[in-house]
């Protein structure tokens, strides 16, 4: 029988990724101090990012954390290529596509990417495709003149990824069976709706905790607002670590 000690207690601190969804660099470096004791991996996305460019990943490298890019790449499979080189140049860990971008999309940036990273000697950033925004529910993918429900939606997007050679998706806590069933145990599985038992939903609707979300089979968990909006960050990281 496991032990119930501390480490099995402990949340690895290595599945945890927090997003940095702020617009200046102050406040990036405010959360940073506080929180890169405690985090390995820190997500920029698209808010940071379109404010304040590369010099946030700049910083992030300052404190000698590791990078989730999530700018979620769509677009034709030569922009898309390219643009995964930059990625890889910016010395990111990990970055993603829309998997509705389609397998030759989605193939271009796994190649550029794989370029790059031969010509940097350096090992290439784990890429993952974004099945259905967990905004999306059945009503909203018929206007889109998708008939499928969300769940054989993700699946069916969750299959095309694997099949692209793309290292994992990004999934929402009620996702993660299913798609590991879908994609067996090598595939990545990135959980963002993640929220600490007495903390508020905002608008996150499919929510587990982060011990829920690990349980089910998620390798990495994203939390943003429950923990940078807090009015204790380091509090709020240290109960969620154990
Ligand atoms: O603040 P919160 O914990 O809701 O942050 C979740 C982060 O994960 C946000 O940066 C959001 O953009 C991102 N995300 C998400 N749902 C997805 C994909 C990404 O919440 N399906």
Do not use: W
């Not at 940073?32 to 010099?55: A, I, R, T």
């Not at 699946?155 to 009620?174: F, H, M, Q, W």
């Not at 993660?176 to 709706?193: N, Q, W």
């Amino acid at each position: 029988m496991r032990k119930n000690n501390k480490r099995d207690r402990q949340m690895d601190k290595e599945k945890i990724i927090v997003a940095l969804d702020v617009n200046k660099i102050k406040e990036l470096e405010r959360l940073l101090d506080l929180l890169s004791p405690y985090v390995k991996v820190f997500k920029v996305g698209m808010e940071l990012f379109y404010s304040c460019g590369p010099k946030a990943l700049d910083i992030v490298k300052k404190y000698d954390r590791e990078i989730f890019l999530d700018l979620k790449f769509h677009d034709i499979p030569n922009t898309v290529r390219s643009s995964a080189k930059v990625a890889t140049r910016l010395g990111v860990f990990m970055f993603n596509v829309h998997a509705s971008g389609g397998s030759e999309m989605m193939k271009a940036a796994v190649e550029g990417s794989e370029e790059e990273s031969a010509k940097l000697g350096v090992d290439r950033p784990r890429i993952l495709g974004v099945t259905v925004l967990t905004s999306m529910d059945n009503a909203a993918l018929k206007q889109t003149g998708i008939n499928a429900s969300p769940e054989n939606q993700v699946l069916n997007l969750a299959r095309l990824t694997k099949e692209s050679g793309l290292d994992g998706v990004v999934a929402s806590p009620k996702e993660i069976s299913l798609v590991r069933k879908e994609t067996g145990k090598d595939f990545l599985i990135v959980t963002p709706g993640v929220r600490p038992e007495d903390s508020e939903k905002g608008d996150q609707k499919r929510t587990a905790t982060p011990k829920e979300a690990l349980e089910l089979g998620a390798d990495y968990i994203v939390i943003g607002r429950p923990v940078t909006k807090a009015e204790n960050p380091v509090k709020t990281i240290k109960s969620i670590l154990g």
